[in-house]
Each structure stands twice: as C-alpha cells, then as structure tokens.
C-alpha cells in the first residue's frame, strides 16, 4: 500500500527545524502543499528567524509546493488568517500537525508561573487554536486528519518537566474528546509522542545517540497517523526506527460493601482495585460509568 498526499493541503508548525522540517518535507515528497509555520525563536521560545523560509526553499528546490507562515500558535486570530490565506491560496486544509513547542526545563521548585504558563500555552493552548482555526473547514469538507504532539513526559512523567508534562498530558486528553466531536464528519485525530534528536533534546541525548533518534525516524509515524487511512484516537509512540502503541487503561475494579466504603476498606483492598486483569481500553469517557453500573447491577 502506497500512502500519497496527492491533492491534499497539510498544515505543519513548529516546521523551521527538526520534527516539524522533517514532516513538511515528506508530505510535500508525498505530493502536498504545505504550509509551513514557523515563528522561529529558540527552544525557549525567544528570537526569531527565516527557518520556516529555508524549509520551503528545500521542499520547492525538490519540486515541491509550499508556503511559509510566520504567525505564533499562541495567538488564535495568527492561525485563523494562516487558514484563511491557506484556503484562498489552496482551496482547503486537509492535514494539520500540531508540532510547535518550546521547553523552559527546571524543578517545580524553581519554576516560576510565568514559566508554567508559557509552555501550557504554546503546547496545549496552542495546537487547541490552530485546530479550531481548521477544525470549521474540515467539517464542511467532510475530511481531516491532525495530529497532537504529546510526550512521554506527559505520559509517564520527567524530573524537571512539569510544565511540559501537564501541556503534552493534556494534548493526549483533546485528542480523546475531539475524535469522538469529529468522527461523524470523517476526521480523525490521533497523538504521538515522538523521540528525537532536534535542538529540543540537543543536551539531553549522548552524541553517539543523537544520529540514531534523527527526525526522520520519527516522519513514518507522523505521515500514517495523518494519512487518508489513518486510525483515530491513537497514541503512538515513535523513536530511532522503533514504533510502539501507548493506552489509558481501566481495571474493572471492585465494589465494596457499604460499610467498608473507607479509606481503610480501600487500602485493604487495593491490590484488588490494582488488579490488571480484565482491564479495558475505554474509547470514552462514559465506559468508567458503565464499568460501575455493570458493578452496581452484579454483573
């Protein structure tokens, strides 16, 4: 099976470097116009460059067709009139992936709100304006694939990370309500949480490792997960060649007698409510009441 792009429009952030560079210029291989947003400052989020310029000479340069846009994710109004012009240029927006992000690392201790605040709002508050700046057009068009950049910090959790992990968490919680909000006008949206050696994580991986997480091994992931034929609600993990599966589970728990419905009857009976076996991967948020009521009515 061929996955192409042909006559698709795809909207890539963060695409001046890294993750992002490396989508931009597989989708337009694959044949889409690209759009390619970039405010171009650094990890932190400060300064700005000619990135996202330098990646649409690469992809014309190659026989692709593509446009740049400056605009931050951090103001909603920047992506409504990157969508506007996209569409007056291309006719649509079929693709979106949320990539842009920025990192301001240190112990909650040390971390300052403004800190907090800022990573949340690039991260989360960010993908959340660029996909409701598209998210109109894709219904009309009856077509959407987007894609969410989370984390395993945000899964899993990382020293020195909170804001990062709070902002990646709640991308993998949008992903879960929007799927169900798009499914009836076939989009579909998905997560992934990506490793990869970019100037995000230059000083984090060992150099003997970095060429091994380079970004284009991150690209076949992120290209399937928007493909015309893509699942939804996936989380999918991806790094150096290696792709994996990641899932919110649900042990099916255990009903206590009334009188022991305390906190010690719930710490004497915590291996059970721990117990694995059984467990279910809810696709919404209404199978927790259902796995209750199923408990309720002795089944």
Known sequence: ?????????????????????????????????????DLGGSRDGTGHSDAALKVVE????????????????TEYEQMVEMVAKTKEAWGGVHVLINNAGILRDKSFVKMEPVDFDLVVKVHLIGSANC?????????????????????STGLYGNFGQANYGAAKLGLAGLTKTLYLEGAKYNIRVNTLAPVAGTRMTEDIFPEEAFAAFAPENVAPAALFLVSEDAPSNAIVG???GVFQAAYVTLTQGVLLPQ???????????????TDRTGEIVPQSGAEQSMVILSKLQGK
């Open 131 to 151: 996909t409701k700046a598209v998210w109109d057009t894709m219904r009309d068009q009856a077509y959407g694939r987007i894609l969410m950049t989370a984390s």
């Open 1 to 37: 099976m061929s996955i192409d792009f042909k006559d698709r429009v795809a909207i890539v952030t963060g695409a001046g470097g890294g993750l992002g560079r490396a989508y931009a210029l597989e989708l337009a291989k694959r044949g889409a116009k690209v759009v390619v947003n």
């Open 238 to 240: 991806a790094g150096a």
């Open 58 to 73: 690469e992809i014309e340069a190659a026989g692709g067709v593509a446009m740049s846009n400056g605009g931050s994710v």
């Open 259 to 273: 009188d022991e419905r305390t906190p010690e009857g719930v710490a004497a009976h915590w291996a059970q409510i």
